[in-house]
């Protein structure tokens, strides 16, 4: 049997830091890999262990600092979602461009285009333009032509994940029949029962090395052990989604059958929904096997909705969630869980997603009941319907400039916003009666409990007595652009924020 | 990284372009009339300006401006929008090793495709005041000069696109850039009405050089030879230096976009 995929001693790096060439990080440190036609590698270990720079180095799009990498096949990859496809364009053009880029002529896909359609279940939707697609097609659509292309060498990435169980299932079953046919896999992946059910040998990564290989099922068990290994925390930590919902039964329905489809453990997820009086329809809102809590309460300020969630919430891990909501990411919770157990003093602002304002803005921040409970008032009442986002990431972010940081974007774990702004809901009353520009003087109002707050995030991660927080003149200069305890770039983009919201609010 | 013949590049080349084009007429005569015209509307808020407003004394000044202003539009934008080629595929560039060159080629063909489909009307803009009639010397100026824009743009274009590729910045600076070159090539007033000493290092910009070529032609149907052979120096040297650049820079640009 001939190898399809080689590498030997195999050291990439990246710089540390962008002013100091010489400061590198070694995603790699020295692999050696080998895998015959016809197989299948998972790749598996802890975030940041390297195994997206292994794939990468292994298509050439990243070069080694060191070692040889021989590839004997035709590669095809699914590294991002997304990628390669342009929204204003319908799905069927996409497929062409796509199949073109990866290498196959317009003839080729022009005579597969029905299987492909058929194999992504999209035959009547393919001339529709793609930014009308929800994330799990394009998903579908991507999967369907990579495979009617002529790889026989697959690298994949976390992207199976995507889309419903039933899609999953026949990826699988189409990725074994690819198998079967002699192409090769190599499949990095959190699930760690996907790499068992398709891979035959695995490699588990760490910080850069290959520390443990052998068949599928036999590294998978030991590093099922090592993560358990970690403590009580990581496995069982129950998640509460807080989410305020009024008027849109159907929404709030649709999110509650999202977090129920796609989580790994339902009997560890709460919703805790607070619903307004006199919204009688959304009152009676529940899912069987899911476990809701309805607030019933008058109508108060987002701020008070999410504290009153909060309150009667019970999770170690709390998420502020809306419900114009898709969670798209299968295994979703597990994901969480694994980031609450890497860090050790449950002290972080995550987020995930939102396939709108991506990394920009922590839309739907994920915190731990202890940094909840340090902040004190996590949600402060007084925001009436916006910038508890910018509100928590501005705390975390003069956390990370006294040099902790804590903030963790979760690019692959998906919570699909339909806002009305994406094109992906309706403009509802809900969106309609929210006052603006309402919570602009909170926010600079705020500036010297966030000093406050983050001083005592940082005692709680030093475990020192709190530390010197600062108490500024609370005025639009002060609070962004002047304010020493915030990153310049953040300061920035605060003070061009707020001072374009001034203006449209003159003009509106 | 995967292999590709010169018919597959050409195929994704003529993918790439038509549904841009596609996209951007939406399928519709009534969407290329609006592309078509929207740059005659540029050139129509220049004509007020300058004509109207500040009261500039050329004759057929607005044919001046149509015969200059299409040929640099294609220019413009297909530098600006190469800028972001690199960055705005990410993922198709880190999965298609060298080729990646294509994608800002594929910007300055979709704006030669359109410029080129704007030409009739651009010739009929220029023919009917009566003053310039329409000349038999177009038959192989025409091609001549789109060959050499052609050659002129792309190392640019391409260059423009690693630069951001490497200093993500590039594409915000590039725009305030073609402002200034725009007035400084010019675009809408004739050289002559530029002070001396300035005028003189107007003359050293090569852009000045391919437009001068498109005017001559368009407007009097004779082919400027010092200012194509001007040009055509030019292309030829940044052609060479972008090459080398881009034989340096580009196989690390799947992991800086």
Same mark, same amino acid.
């Given at each position: ?20 060439? %010489? ?83 317009? &003839? ?9 359609? #058929? ?30 292309? *002529? ?20 990826? %699988? ?16 992946? *959190?699930?760690?029962? #996907? ?11 760490? $910080? ?43 929404? &709030? ?86 980031? %609450? ?36 008032? /996590?949600? /402060?009442?007084? $925001?009436?319907? &916006?910038?508890?986002?910018? *509100?928590?990431? =501005? ?21 699909? %916003?339909? *806002? ?8 509802? &009353? ?9 919570? =602009? ?68 | ?70 040929? +640099? ?13 690199? @960055? ?65 743009? !792309? ?17 915000? +600076?590039?725009? @305030? ?16 009405? @530029? ?18 070529? +498109? ?27 972008? !090459? ?14």
């Amino acid at each position: 049997m001939t190898a399809a995929i080689r590498c030997k001693g195999l050291w990439k790096s990246y710089r540390a830091r962008p002013e100091m060439p %010489h400061a590198r990080r070694w995603a790699l440190r020295g692999i050696d890999l080998e895998v015959p036609r016809g197989r299948a590698l998972g790749v598996i270990g802890p975030g940041g262990s390297g195994k997206t720079t292994l794939l990468s180095a292994l298509l050439g799009a990243a070069r080694p600092d060191r070692g040889m990498v021989a590839i004997d096949g035709r590669p095809a990859s699914l590294l991002e979602l997304g990628a390669g496809f342009q929204g204003h364009l319908s799905g069927r053009e996409n497929v062409y461009l796509y199949g073109a880029a990866i290498g196959m002529t317009i &003839a080729e896909v022009r005579s597969r285009m029905d299987r492909i359609a #058929e194999f992504a279940e999209m035959e009547g939707s393919l001339d529709r333009p793609l930014r009308k697609y929800s994330a799990g097609m394009i998903a579908r659509l991507r999967f369907a032509v990579i495979l009617h292309s *002529h790889a026989d060498i697959l690298f994949i990435d976390e992207v199976l994940t995507v889309g419903d169980a039933r899609f999953q299932h026949k990826c %699988h079953a189409a990725l074994r029949d690819f198998k079967a046919k002699g192409g090769t896999l190599v499949l990095v992946s *959190h699930d760690l029962a #996907e790499i068992e059910e398709l891979c035959d040998e695995a490699v588990c990564l760490d $910080y850069g090395r290959v520390i443990d290989s052998g068949p599928a099922r036999e590294v998978v068990t030991r590093y099922r052990g090592r993560i358990a290994g970690r403590g009580p925390r990581g496995i069982d930590v129950r998640i509460s989604l807080l989410v305020p919902t009024r008027g849109r039964a159907e929404l &709030a329905r649709r999110f509650l059958e999202s977090v129920l489809a796609r989580s790994d453990r339902p009997e560890l997820v709460e919703v805790v929904l607070y619903v307004d009086e006199d919204d009688i329809k959304s009152h009676s809102l529940s899912l069987e096997g899911l476990d809701v809590r309805t607030i019933i309460g008058p109508r108060v300020s987002m701020g008070e909705y999410n504290s009153a969630c909060f309150e009667r919430s019970r999770g170690e891990i709390v998420i502020l969630g809306n419900d114009d909501v898709v969670i798209q990411t299968r295994g979703w919770d597990r994901k969480l869980r694994e980031l %609450h157990a890497a860090m050790h003093d449950g002290v972080y602002l995550a987020y995930p997603n939102d396939l709108f304002k991506g990394r920009q803005l922590s839309a739907f921040p994920i915190l731990s009941r202890r940094t909840c409970e340090t902040l004190g008032e /996590p949600f /402060p009442r007084a $925001y009436r319907g &916006a910038f508890i986002d910018y *509100h928590l990431l =501005d705390i975390f972010k003069r956390l990370e400039r006294r040099g902790h940081p804590r903030i963790v974007y979760l690019e692959d774990v998906v919570f699909e %916003h339909m *806002h009305y702004r994406t094109g992906k809901g309706d403009f509802d &009353a809900v969106y309609g009666q929210r006052s603006r520009f309402g919570d =602009d003087d909170t926010f600079i109002r705020l500036r010297n409990e966030r000093s406050a707050a983050a001083s005592r995030l940082l005692a709680s991660i030093q475990g020192s007595p709190k530390e010197g927080s600062s108490s500024l003149r609370g005025d639009l200069l002060h609070t962004t652009l002047l304010d020493p305890e915030l990153p310049g770039a953040w300061r920035l983009r605060l003070f061009l924020w707020f001072l374009a919201r001034r203006g449209a609010r003159r003009v509106l | 990284m995967i292999e590709r013949n010169a018919r597959q590049t050409l195929e994704f080349l003529y993918l790439l372009a038509r549904m841009e084009l596609k996209a951007r007429y939406k399928g519709r005569l009534l969407g290329y009339l609006t592309a078509v015209g929207l740059t005659f509307g540029v050139a129509f808020v220049f004509w007020i300006a300058f004509k109207v407003i500040m009261n500039l004394d050329m004759p057929n000044y607005s044919v001046f401006l149509v015969a200059g202003i299409f040929p +640099w539009a294609w220019f413009n934008l297909s530098v600006v929008s190469a800028t972001r080629s690199f @960055v705005a595929h990410a993922p198709l560039v880190k999965e298609m090793g060298f080729a990646h060159a294509i994608l800002p080629l594929s910007n300055v063909v979709q704006e030669m495709l359109h410029f080129l489909l704007s030409l009739p009307l651009v010739l009929a803009w220029i023919v009917f005041p009566g003053d310039s009639p329409p000349s038999v010397h177009w038959i192989w100026q025409i091609p001549l000069l789109v060959g050499l824009q052609l050659a002129f743009v !792309y190392p640019l274009a391409l260059g423009a696109a690693l630069a951001n590729a490497y200093l993500r910045d590039i594409e915000y +600076w590039i725009g @305030v850039f073609f402002v200034l070159l725009f007035f400084a090539t010019p675009m809408v007033y004739p050289i002559s009405r @530029v002070p001396a000493p300035l005028a003189d290092w107007f003359e050293l910009n090569p852009v000045h050089a391919l437009m001068e070529c +498109w005017r001559a032609s368009l407007i009097e149907g004779r082919f400027d030879a010092p200012h194509a052979a001007y040009a055509a120096a030019f292309a030829a040297v940044c052609g060479v230096l972008v !090459y080398a650049l881009y034989r340096r820079f580009a196989p690390r640009v799947g992991e800086v976009v």
